[in-house]
Nanobody, 125 residues
């Protein structure tokens, strides 16, 4: 059974940092793209960052460019999201996802093969 498990969420003050991790199990995913999404209350789930299977390609939504960094292990089974200089607008549940690049980044209707259960990130003073 395939599982994606996120960790690393929490409460942090504005300007602080967090590092999210997403570990996969059940099979090897070194040839799959992975992404981080987030969903704030009352809003849609949107992609934040994505990384291709061989880490050659990365994508960031404009609002996090220069602050967030996505990376993955050489085995491809763990993906990270380093979040720096956090703002209150970054407060959301963050989800890990796995699937084809084009379906992860499909505007308005992302369609990954697998989702994680989510981890809460709260930025508050």
């Amino acid at each position: 059974q395939v599982k994606l498990v996120e960790s690393g969420g929490g409460v942090v003050q504005p300007g602080g940092s967090l590092r999210l991790s997403c570990s996969t199990s059940g099979r090897t995913f070194d040839n799959h793209s992975m992404a981080w999404f987030r969903q704030a209350p009352g809003k849609e789930r949107d992609v934040v960052a994505a990384i291709s299977a061989n880490s050659a390609l990365t994508y960031y939504v404009d609002s996090v460019k220069g602050r967030f960094t996505i990376s993955r292990t050489n085995t491809g089974n763990t993906v990270y999201l380093q979040m720096n200089n956090l703002t209150v607008e970054d407060t959301a549940v963050y989800y890990c996802a796995l699937g084809p690049w084009v379906r992860l980044l499909r505007a308005g209707s992302p369609d990954p093969d697998y989702w994680g259960q989510g981890t809460q990130v709260t930025v508050s003073s």
